[in-house]
């Protein structure tokens, strides 16, 4: 799809955007320059790094494939094995819902051995990391996921974490039941040669039954608490339940049910809590109903043989039509397992690998200790918000970074810990050094978004300096990936309440519309959409989008806000 252009603004944007950028290389010149030998040294170190300076990092790799970049201590081999399973998962979950991955950086995954130094460092400095744990933080250019397991001897937490990061590249980040469920779903998977094999663990119908079920009232709106807490009860009770809502829409023969499950994912996003109404006018049943063919759904599932959906006549689907391919890979969704002994565990869907370059090609690379230290420092910063977290920051903003990715890191965790000055001018560096991450335009975009408009309403009007340099960091991110959907929503709010209203304004905001009316968030545009008709003088057309927003269930409360707002004024002239 082609991407949005303002012509008329062409020139200042770009002059806007070389001096920004010349600005902020100048003030971070010193960035990633620390001297090689001495590392960390140029500059007094608190206790903390003290004790990671120590440290020898010895036989670390670093191996590339298309959508991984795996640290590791293990043989790169291994490494090599561990890229492969991460694409095929990946290709997995595009395939079964249908959509591209985003054209952005890749996902960092450390994976050390279980004897490793950088487990020794954790110990001596008394770090607890919950098991298969990643760093997500709110607003990133990057995603981390560090495993603190013995994955060589168990895949499953490692893979449970991969699955629910590359949601992400979907652009399907969700709710907590969503992306717990889907995480279970996919990450809870056997790999073995060119078969990727999704089980059903006996674990989740277990468990249910003998702790009982969430309230679904509960269910749909419990939040990161509930999935990260430390009661392995809880924690058990709510990823199990969100597997098995997700895997029965999943595996009905019905096509529309995926696009159910979507549906009400987004209708999660409007903040609206959800109530059993409108579960039942979503589901066509409450919950109570839906609560008991849940439970059919699980108990058959641990008992009858390996099934894949099937079409509308009962037969299995073709394998061609679930055909899939992109870029360098392809695979084909194929029929149950053979009985006797063939790969595959009750109610298993089974994925067909053909041979292709994206699960061919690695890169390996032999990695210095300084570089390995380097990327554990980063990592604490993005563990949580605790003063050796601050501390380590601070310290590795004062002598900088050299592994690549890390960079990137250091800007998220800026962000992460209240310092948005340093986010912006470390990815602003990094654009001018032409990292090829498109997520950095919309990092930086997001930053001055949140503080120019931390509330908006149809009265709400940014400054023309905030609007240019807002609107030339999503242009550049939907230049660069145009299905960047939080871009498209700031571009188009950017749009709407920038000083003065132009025709070329209104053509870019009806363009993202239409380009991702059928996407989760979509209220959001058709929001300032309706605002800027209201503002051009198009009342009709924005109050027949307003009504349409008051209709819809999928309106988020900000979206619903402001077409209330404008439902409720008195007619305005053009330009306003």
Known sequence: MASVSFPALRPILSAWVTA??????????????????????????EPFHVRANAMEFKDWHRVSSTSFVIYTDVSADAAETLARECEMLAMSMEAAFKRRPLRVSPIIIVAPRPASA???LSEQLDIATPAGSWAKPTVKPVTLVVANTDWLADRGLILVAVASALLDRLDLTAPEWFQVGVSQVFGRCDIVNDRLVLNFPQLWPDLLALRGWMPWGDFFVAGRDISA???????????????????????????RSL???????????????????????HFGEKWSVWQSKLERYARAAASEPATLAQDGAGSTVAARELGYSFGTGSFSRSGPPRAGGALGSPHSFVFQFTPNERLQTFHRQELASKEVRELYLVAQTLRRRTPVAKATLAQLLRTGVVGPYLPELIAAACQWHGRPNEAVAFSNRLINAGVPNPWLYEFGARVRFDAFLPDIRSSTRLDLQAAIEIRA??????????????????????????????????????????????????????AALALLQERNGNRQVALTLCRELVKSPQTSARALAVAQELLALEPVTKGR
């Open 229 to 255: 807490s430390p009661d392995d009860e809880v924690r058990q009770r709510f990823q199990s339940q969100a597997a098995i809502f997700i895997r029965h829409l999943m595996v009905q023969r019905d096509a």
């Open 473 to 526: 960091l999503c242009e550049a991110a939907l230049e660069r990936e145009p299905r960047l959907s939080d871009a498209a929503r700031m571009l188009a709010w950017t749009e709407a309440l920038a000083p003065e209203v132009t025709p070329e304004a209104v053509a870019a905001a009806d363009a993202l519309y239409q380009r991702f009316k059928d996407e989760a968030g979509a209220s959001e545009l058709a």
């Open 20 to 45: 920004l950028l010349l600005a902020a290389t100048a003030g971070v010149e010193a960035w990633g320059q620390a001297d090689s030998g001495s590392g960390l040294a140029a500059t007094p170190l």
């Open 259 to 281: 696009k159910k499950l979507l549906d009400w994912r987004a209708m999660q996003l409007s903040a609206r809590i959800p109530t059993e109404k409108d579960f039942a006018n």
């Open 118 to 120: 950088w487990h020794e």
